[in-house]
């Protein structure tokens, strides 16, 4: 694997993370998140938010 590869593979992994706390923060705080679905905005409530598995681990 080259070291761009390791580098644009990290990064990515980071922004899954990234991603799956804020969505964890705001299920946990009640909040509504706003995704991009076929090109349009729907907004979904913080009981029908994805669960999204994080491993302890990697949170910082």
Known sequence: MTDLR???QSALE???LAVA???DRKRRLGQYAIF???G???RVEAEDLPRLDVDDE???
Do not use: N
Request: glycine share 12%.
């Open 40 to 42: 349009k905005a729907v």
């Open 14 to 16: 980071a922004l899954r």
């Open 21 to 23: 706390e804020a969505l």
């Open 58 to 60: 990697t949170r910082g």
């Open 6 to 8: 390791r580098r644009s």
């Open 36 to 38: 991009g679905i076929d």
